[in-house]
């Protein structure tokens, strides 16, 4: 299944900005390592083109990191809002070479955009804590920027044909995403097309969600008995490796 956004109305002309996401979904399921994701579309020729995927504006919590002598312990928990969950952008070219400062930073479609909406609490080291926070959203596959990400074809009777092909986050949580397309013509946005692209749990890991909203004490049980099962196969095996008395000395 194909899912086509609704365009919004360009500028100076009836040209309409139309495009495309593979698949509809992105279905995790229990041994979900990730998903190919391709955006696809026409602009007029002379276009630039800017893609961008988001995720939701709400609060995440972390956990700190501090040195203590010669080992990492953790130092309590630090809450980051007012910027996207997943923000991974693909341009054609490099962005600041065709977009005015002013519309990117209404877009927000670079890392001085999103860092100005940062916010820490608390907020200790800020610098610190921002670079941080970024090198563990980039790893993690939740926030990039890809220059050239765009694939331009060549010019025909419905336009120019642009691709942007990527390998979906296994870490982004399952919820609502927003793919945004931006046309962008002398410095500035000459048309958009925003759609949703849902990421949505399936088998096992869909039916162990619903039990736990649904019933938590029975998942609760589920979970207990789960854990009590991992701790009597671990002393199995170290007793099949090592003889019982390992066991006992554990």
């Known amino acids: ?11 100076g002309g009836d040209w309409d900005l139309r ?28 276009s630039k083109v800017a893609v961008v995927i ?30 996207p969950t997943l923000f991974l952008r693909f341009t054609d070219g490099m962005l ?21 909406q940062l916010e820490i609490h608390p907020d200790h080291d800020h610098e610190t804590m921002v670079a ?27 336009g120019v044909p642009f691709t942007v092909a990527f390998r979906w986050p296994r870490k982004a949580a399952p919820a609502e995403y927003y793919v945004n397309v931006y046309e962008c013509r002398d ?7 925003s759609l949703k692209l ?5 088998g096992f890991p869909a039916w162990l969600s ?16 789960v854990a009590a099962a991992a701790g009597f196969g671990i002393d199995f095996l170290v007793a099949l490796v090592f003889g019982r008395g390992a066991v006992a000395a554990r």
Not at 62 to 75: L, Q, V
Not at 210 to 225: D, E, I, N
């Open 1 to 11: 299944m194909i899912l086509y956004a609704a365009p919004a109305p360009a500028a």
């Open 19 to 46: 495009v495309r996401v593979r698949p509809a979904a992105v279905e995790m399921g229990t041994r979900f390592t990730g998903a190919d994701v391709e955006v696809s579309g026409f602009v007029r020729p002379g």
């Open 54 to 83: 988001r995720g939701e504006n709400r609060t995440e919590t972390f956990y700190r990191k501090a040195r203590a002598g010669p080992i990492w312990i953790t130092s309590g928990k630090v809450q980051v809002s007012g910027v």
């Open 96 to 116: 600041r070479n065709f977009l005015a400062r002013d519309a990117i930073d209404h877009f927000q479609m670079d890392q001085s955009a999103i860092q100005r």
């Open 132 to 158: 941080g926070w970024l090198s563990l959203k980039a790893h993690d596959g939740t926030y990039g920027l890809v220059r050239d990400g765009v694939r331009m074809g060549q010019p025909g009777p419905a």
């Open 187 to 193: 410095n500035a946005v000459a048309g958009s097309a």
């Open 198 to 202: 849902p990421v949505v749990r399936v």
């Open 210 to 225: 619903a039990l736990a909203k649904q019933r938590s004490l029975l998942y609760g049980a589920l979970a207990t008995l």
